[in-house]
């Protein structure tokens, strides 16, 4: 027998750590391999993780609602054979050691100077003393969010496996006002002002999920870490409406497969970074990366929030098999069914704003790409052609980038470029 060591998996290019939303099996349950264990939540996805192993769930070691770092040990499973990495049933690596920066992390991030200054570190326990302090274990979020709000989260009562203590407690001191008072931080960095009263009968406190939370943190990153840029343009999308009009049941009669507007946008937007490569590319302090791939990311609305799951090498795609990819890929995002995998690598973001009814809207940049780009609303409006006046259907473009990497002068040519392919499509237009 030996002992197998489920890790948190990387759920995105630029995502570090992770928060355990549910449990989908217990303590003592046997587990089969590619069975779903337990369900991540991050700033970019909430997925149910399979099993890499088959065998007995012997140890939970990290509580629901509790964030780790990628790599930290969140279980542990008996297996049949010894598994390699996996260590001695006597001294399991405690989650806290395991917390190192998955290999797939980006070996340059983009730099983040607006991120607030550190806050002075408890100092550390005596030699010894570490077995018989588990509630002072704090993940990096909960510390963060302690510090914030002047909590002194050692002082807190954990409901966490093994007494640690978790957000849940963190907030709850917030609510209650009974926490004892954190050392007051370094005056570089003052602490968050505490969130103000509510009057019971007339406001309500709506609890964060954590898939909101990690949003959350992951757009003030983002504005932290590029400045960006917006740029908007307009397009005739008629060609493009009547030929999906006249075909669209027709496709799905062929193909079974709803034909919407979405991969043809993918495969002219594909085009456009051909020409443009530095739309393609991620910021790094030895320079600009370009990617030769085109790993386009989807946004997808789901009731907890937005997701962004990934359409590997969207260029290489035949039109049809564009299609089918694109709506499976929406589907498992909307059923909670994606694969680690499929959230890792974008390159490039594109999200459809018009489903809202949207006309502008200005995007924040998926870190670490260059841009976003946003498609909305197509509306039909009176438009002057040539000496006359027609009535039009006309969608916007909005596009936000990373003013380090793009000028507008590029902004505006990318754009253009897929305004062109949009106006001039026709039928012929289509790669097969």
Not at 260 to 276: G, H, M, N, R, S
Request: a negative charge; one cysteine or more.
């Amino acid at each position: 027998m030996g002992l197998a060591q489920i890790k948190m998996p990387q759920l995105g290019e630029s995502v570090t750590e992770g928060t355990v939303e549910k449990w989908l099996k217990s303590e003592g349950d046997f587990v089969k391999r590619d069975e779903p264990i337990v369900e991540v939540v991050t700033d970019k996805v909430n997925a149910e993780i399979p099993s890499p192993y088959e065998g007995k769930l012997v140890k939970i070691s990290v509580t629901e609602g509790e964030t780790v770092r990628v790599g930290a040990v969140i279980a542990q499973i008996e297996t049949a054979g010894a598994t390699a990495g996996a260590p001695p049933a006597s001294t399991p690596a405690p989650a806290k050691e395991a917390a190192a920066p998955h290999p797939e992390v980006p070996a340059t991030p983009a730099p983040r100077s607006a991120a607030p200054a550190p806050v002075a570190a408890k100092p550390a326990p005596p030699a010894g003393a570490d077995g018989d302090n588990d509630r002072a274990r704090l993940s990096p979020a909960v510390r963060k969010l302690a510090a914030e709000h002047g909590i002194d989260a050692a002082a807190l009562r954990g409901s966490g496996m093994g007494g640690r203590v978790t957000r849940d407690d963190v907030l709850a001191a917030l609510e209650s006002d009974t926490a004892a008072p954190a050392a007051k931080p370094a005056a570089a960095a003052p602490a968050a002002p505490r969130p103000a009263r509510v009057d019971g009968a007339r406001e309500e406190v709506v609890k964060l999920g954590s898939m909101r939370k990690a949003i959350a943190e992951h757009m003030v990153r983002s504005l932290a870490t590029s400045p960006h840029a917006w740029t908007l343009q307009e397009v005739d999308v008629t060609n493009l409406v009547r030929y999906r009009e006249t075909e669209k049941e027709g496709f799905r009669g062929r193909h079974g497969v709803s034909l919407t507007y979405l991969p043809f946008v993918v495969q002219i937007v594909c085009d456009a970074i051909k020409q443009f490569p530095w739309l393609n590319s991620t910021w790094s302090d030895e320079g600009v990366v370009l990617k030769h791939y085109i790993n386009m990311g989807i946004a997808v609305s789901i009731p907890d929030g937005l997701i962004v799951p990934v359409l590997k090498d969207a260029d290489q795609l035949g039109f049809t098999e564009l299609v089918r990819s694109l709506n499976d890929l929406v589907d498992r995002a909307r059923n909670k069914q994606l694969k680690p995998d499929d959230v890792q690598g974008g390159t490039f973001t594109l999200n459809n704003t018009g489903a809202t009814g949207s006309v502008a809207s200005q995007p924040i940049i998926n870190q670490p790409q260059a841009a976003i780009l946003t498609t909305e609303a197509i509306v039909k409006r009176p438009v002057v052609i040539g000496d006359g006046i027609a009535v039009r259907h006309m969608m916007n473009m909005c596009l936000s980038f990373d003013h380090r990497i793009i000028d507008g002068m590029m902004a505006g040519q990318f754009l253009g470029t897929i305004k062109k392919g949009l106006e001039e499509w026709t039928a012929a237009s289509i790669q097969l």
